[in-house]
């Protein structure tokens, strides 16, 4: 049989197994990765249409506090340890935040998530946070947040004001993660997300590609989430950042980028598999073809410190493809 053919059945069968809710293996997954693109991607759709739909999930995120981060992430503008340009302040008044949640309603994002940076957000934060959460829910939006590696307590406290998601990601796997932050553990990481899930909270947690990460950890990462049992699972490229240890490095290819949606389509099939910061930088004019690979969950605006795709650009991408956004009173 021709390597083309072979290939295609390798793939039609994966994808047969999928829809019949088998779970797949870390080698049946790393087959996919030399698979032709167009039949990958029909394969990943024929998944994300049966599990998810036609329906995209939308959220937008506001950097709520940033820079001075005292964590040492390889990647990250905002860590004190690096030489960045990035913009240093403190958490945002409430004002401030809802003035962009606002924003984030007439885009007709379901979800708006408050991002701090440092290692973990202060007593006094929580408690200005919490109010401000109450009020973003006040808008339909579901309230989401990322700020760091809190324990059970604190979390609760935040879902008692009405905090729906907590989005804390695992970066890569956990053989990789050395190699990427040495300041905190991966181990802190997966206790945070216990948290969140004992106090009934949704998680959102997935990772950064492109750090120099094999696609064995790819697929480790992917299966850890799988049995973390996690709701969403936003896919960032790695942006290189003047000024950090990756600042040299060269993103993605495209393809490549485009390919790591479909593993995670194929190994978490229904999860919202949501596509992140450094989606322009990666992908450029290939951005559409994020849901052909799997993709139902999109970022849209701005990502933390630097630009994203234009809004307007990103709803007329979704209509042409004849897909719909989650509305709140639709979830």
């Not at 958490?91 to 003035?99: G, M, T």
């Amino acid at each position: 049989m021709p390597l083309y053919e072979t290939f295609t059945s390798v793939v039609d069968s994966l994808r047969d197994r999928v829809l019949k809710a088998e779970r797949l293996s870390a080698q049946e997954c790393l087959s996919l990765i030399e698979a032709p693109v167009h039949t990958l991607f029909e394969a990943s759709t024929a998944i994300r249409e049966h599990y998810r739909g036609n329906r995209v999930d939308l959220c937008s995120i506001i950097n709520a506090k940033s820079g001075g981060c005292s964590e040492d992430c390889a990647f990250c503008a905002q860590s004190s340890r690096h030489e960045t340009d990035v913009q240093y302040y403190p958490l945002l008044d409430s004002e401030r935040i809802l003035q962009r949640a606002r924003e984030a309603v007439t885009w007709g994002a379901r979800r708006f998530c408050i991002v701090t940076s440092g290692r973990k957000v202060t007593p006094k934060e929580i408690d200005r946070i919490a109010e401000t959460i109450a009020r973003i829910k006040g808008l339909g939006l579901l309230p989401c947040a990322t700020l760091g590696i809190l324990t059970k307590e604190e979390l609760q406290t935040l879902k008692d004001a009405g905090l729906y998601r907590y989005h804390h990601n695992i970066e890569t796997s956990r053989r990789f993660f050395k190699e990427v932050c040495t300041t905190h553990t991966f181990e802190e990481k997966l206790k945070t997300i216990e948290a969140a899930m004992t106090v009934g909270l949704s998680v959102c947690s997935g990772g950064l590609f492109g750090l120099g990460e094999t696609w064995q950890d790819r697929v480790e990462m992917a299966l850890l989430l799988r049995e973390l049992g996690v709701d969403s699972v936003p896919i960032n490229f790695l942006i290189p950042i003047k000024g950090t240890p990756l600042g040299n490095k060269q993103p993605l290819p495209a393809l490549e980028a485009l390919r790591i949606v479909s593993l995670f389509r194929f190994l978490l099939p229904d999860r919202e598999i949501r596509v992140c910061g450094g989606r322009v930088q990666t992908l450029k004019g290939l951005q559409s073809m994020i849901f052909f690979a799997g993709a139902d969950g999109l970022l849209i605006g701005n990502y933390l410190t630097q630009k994203g795709s234009s809004v307007e650009d990103d709803l007329f991408v979704i209509s042409s493809l004849g897909l719909e956004p989650i509305t709140p009173s639709k979830g």
